[in-house]
């Protein structure tokens, strides 16, 4: 289904690469936008004392509204007749942290924090708390039972569970949004601002919170789609990815498989690469230019941690001597972990890369073509038998599979240890030398 990268779905810094309009227009723009902050602080503290003290009703959100114009958030919808009000269940597109407060000035509604945040905070942000419950069947069981209930307010949800720029495509809608309700209203939600990105893939709510404040203004669109129902014999996640085409064929994005699960394994990754080289690497894979060397204020800690990861990778290849190095640094950036690395490696996953970086203490990051072909990791004659390190079939319970992975991880310290032996000419415990 997906035919953009992941890299494309998040933005990774506020401002666009050589960009030097956007630099120039922050430079001049920084004194007012300072002062533009410290004052709707104060407007803020007062619109949040007044949604608090006035009761859910028209009169409340348009107040709200009127006030929010002021702290720089615009809200617009294209026709508020098409809004159903028989529909329980909304379900929108995730750009922003406060999207479910834009929805919620048009329209009441109600949505379920799916994290761990303190009561308070949950209640102060607009949220409805769940109470402690966080697996996803037990909150569909208690939704189900929310919207059952007569003089309730519509539910809206976020089948993605995580935020994307909004331009390029939709994360994998989840199917749990859509057992609670057979009729559901999609709602397409489009948010703009001048010269900034909307939403940056690791900040904060507080951090975005303070851009909105920062900057003049930020535009929220808002669509009203027509209702949809789900289909006879369709399953739940036939119907979340018939909704999720028809989101993004109105935002105009394309629908992927990516999770929000494969966002957090992005943004651990970044964690362990260079901000500078993943920055410009992305860029050009977007471009679809070969990435370049890029010097900054990370070289430092760029140095570091090729060298850091250089260690690793020659401790691994000890083990591992018919594993290519570039297998095992690329591998090592995934997990940084060196046992797990091993793992990997000696289970015979396959490995593609396309584009080697070098990882040496000269920090110089290259870029090379060497090995380009997918290459499946062979093991030697003398490897651990495939009985100790694989099972034949699924353990049938939690005892089960956790002897098969104790086997495992002891065949494979025991094939670490006579491979480090071998090398040093050291003899086993208990032999004659």
């Known amino acids: ?20 309009l956007s630099w120039l ?50 809200v617009k919808q294209n026709d508020p007749r098409l809004i159903d009000r028989t529909v329980k269940v909304y379900i929108c597109n995730h750009v922003t942290p406060f999207d479910h407060n834009v929805i919620n000035l048009l329209t009441s509604c109600n949505t379920p924090m799916l994290g761990g945040l303190p009561s308070f905070v949950c209640w102060a942000r607009g949220f ?52 609670v309700a057979d009729v559901i209203q999609p709602v397409a939600l489009f948010v703009k601002r001048p010269f900034l990105s909307e939403s940056v893939a690791d900040s904060s709510w507080i951090a975005e919170l303070l851009w909105i404040f920062f900057m003049p203004f930020t535009v929220y669109q808002v669509r009203w789609l027509q209702s949809v129902s789900k289909n006879a014999g369709e399953s739940f996640d036939q119907f979340a990815e018939r909704v999720q085409k028809m989101l993004a064929e109105d935002l105009g994005v394309v629908p992927t498989s990516f999770t929000a699960a494969d966002k957090a394994e992005y943004i651990k990754r970044l964690r362990h690469i260079p901000r500078t080289l993943t920055a410009t690497t992305v860029s050009e894979q977007s471009s ?20 850091r990861i250089g260690k690793m990778a020659q401790q691994v290849k000890e083990v591992l001597p018919h594993v290519p190095l570039s297998v095992i640094k690329a591998e090592l950036v995934k997990t940084d972990c060196i046992d797990a690395t091993i793992t990997n490696l000696l289970e015979g ?60 991880k002891e065949a494979l310290y025991e094939y670490a240890r006579r491979k480090y032996r071998e090398k040093h000419e050291l003899n086993s415990p208990g032999e004659s030398p």
Request: glycine share 6%; net charge negative; hydrophobic share 40%.
């Open 349 to 408: 996953q396959t490995f593609a890369q396309e584009e080697e970086v070098s990882f040496g203490a000269s920090a110089v990051p290259s870029t090379s073509a060497s090995w380009t072909s997918t290459t499946t990791v062979s093991r030697p004659s003398d490897a651990v038998p495939s009985s100790k390190t694989t099972v034949k079939s699924f353990g049938k319970s939690a005892t089960e599979r956790q002897m098969s992975l104790e086997e495992r």
């Open 1 to 20: 289904m997906a035919t953009v990268a992941v890299e494309q779905l998040f933005d990774l810094q506020r401002l666009p690469e050589n960009n030097f």
């Open 128 to 179: 409805m708390e769940m109470g402690g419950v966080i697996r996803r069947p037990e909150l569909t069981e208690t939704l189900n039972q929310y919207v059952s209930q007569e003089g309730t307010v519509p539910l809206l949800l976020f089948p993605e569970e995580e935020t994307t720029n909004g331009r390029t495509g939709l994360l994998k809608f989840c199917s749990w949004p859509f057992t």
């Open 288 to 307: 679809g230019t070969r990435p370049q060397t890029s010097f900054g204020f990370d070289s430092s800690s760029s140095s570091k941690e090729n060298t």
């Open 25 to 74: 227009f922050l430079l001049l723009y920084t004194p007012f936008g300072v002062c533009l902050l410290l004052l709707r602080l104060f407007i803020g503290v007062h619109v949040f004392l007044i949604s608090c003290a006035l009761p859910d009703s028209l009169i409340r959100r348009f107040i709200v509204r009127v006030m929010c114009s002021v702290l720089g958030l615009l």
